[in-house]
């Protein structure tokens, strides 16, 4: 027999990330329908999450410069736990996909299922969906990969030249602090070297912005890989490049199928 389930209840929905334009019907429902609505987003955000609700709390207080971020995250979780332990109709509203490059989202549904009480995800529109439109890219074409930047320089990772490669969170690559809002234009050179192995330094990348208000253009600035260290890049900047290879084929795979599809015949 399933257990009942506890009264409290934590839903994790996505504003999108242009103002009044990309959120859901389903999202803005269990906003409008929450006992109380935490939000992490930009402020005109979270004002505009207000209008939908009288009971909004910010998450973006818990930010802090040299605070580690891993403390952050976990008070954000503690935050909205304390509300479902309290019996309450919670919603975590945050800007873009709320499971995209967020672990609390993701941490508060398992602790609150764990505890048995309803949790679930609704999906929201990221910055990786604006930058496909906004850069005309479809990842279906030839791939698409995505990493968070200091990953990606802290671990040996094996990247596809033929696809395109999307770094998140580029402001503060190599930061192992994980305190800090920027690392540096020595760090960034850094990531240079790092990409330098798969891409020659004349390389187009971009950085890419998408707006938050819908009025506003989307920075799409194309510099060459080697301008990276220098160039002028937010906590919102995300690196986007272009494949340097052609997808090679596999010979091997597609002699196998030749062979399958003479059996059809
Ligand atoms: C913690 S992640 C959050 C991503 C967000 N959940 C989403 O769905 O897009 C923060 C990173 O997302 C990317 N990002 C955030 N806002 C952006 C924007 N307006 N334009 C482009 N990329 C953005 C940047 O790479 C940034 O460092």
Redesign the pocket.
Known sequence: MKEVEKVGSIVCV?TG?TLGAHITPICRSHIEQADVVFTSAHPMIEQWVQTMNANVRTLQRLYAEGKDRRITYREMVDAMMTEVRAGKKVVGA?????G???WSPHKVIEEARAEGYSAHMEA?V???D??YAHLGIDPGRVGSQNFEASQFMFYQRNIDPSAYLIL????IAGDKSIKRFSTGKAYRQLLVELLNEYYPLEHKVAL?????LAVEPPRIDWIPLKDFAEADIS????MVIPPVKKMLKNQQILDRLSALDKKLQ
């Open positions: 996505g990330m945050f800007y873009g996909h709320p995209v490059f967020a929201g990221s910055a990786e604006c930058l998140w969170q580029i402001a890419y912005e998408c707006p938050t906590l919102i900047t995300t």
